[in-house]
Nanobody, 128 residues
Framework: QVQLVESGGGLVQAGGSLRLSCTAS??????????MGWFRQAPGKEREFVAG????????YYAEPAKGRFTISRDNANNTVYLQMDSLKPEDTAVYYC???????????????????WGQGTQVTVSS
């Protein structure tokens, strides 16, 4: 089993920055977590993909709203994946979840069902 714990959420003004962290424990992170992803869910909306990163860290991909403002990275030695969020907007307000894909079935998974493990989420609130 894998446990994922997110941290770093909070309240920030529009234009500000936050750095989310997700630390994994359980199964070996670097050897088996083919892809790590970040998703978010705003009130009344479905959970949506934000960003993903392959195990080597050399391949990253983003949803359109995140491109140019968010940066995903991973530190396999410390079993941690990060989401640096800059130029935040009120519409970025959501609960942010990290997820781990241990199957490797998809090269760049963007759908929830493609991920095997999920964290409990961390709240990000951006005020205008």
């Amino acid at each position: 089993q894998v446990q994922l714990v997110e941290s770093g959420g909070g309240l920030v003004q529009a234009g500000g920055s936050l750095r989310l962290s997700c630390t994994a424990s359980g199964r070996t992170f670097s050897s088996y977590a083919y892809t790590m992803g970040w998703f978010r869910q705003a009130p009344g909306k479905e959970r949506e993909f934000v960003a993903g990163i392959r195990w080597s860290g050399s391949t990253t991909y983003y949803a359109e709203p995140a491109k140019g403002r968010f940066t995903i990275s991973r530190d396999n030695a410390n079993n941690t994946v990060y989401l640096q969020m800059d130029s935040l907007k009120p519409e970025d307000t959501a609960v942010y979840y990290c997820a781990a894909d241990y199957s490797g079935a998809s090269y760049a998974p963007r759908r929830q069902y493609e991920y095997d493990y999920w964290g409990q989420g961390t709240q990000v609130t951006v005020s205008s």
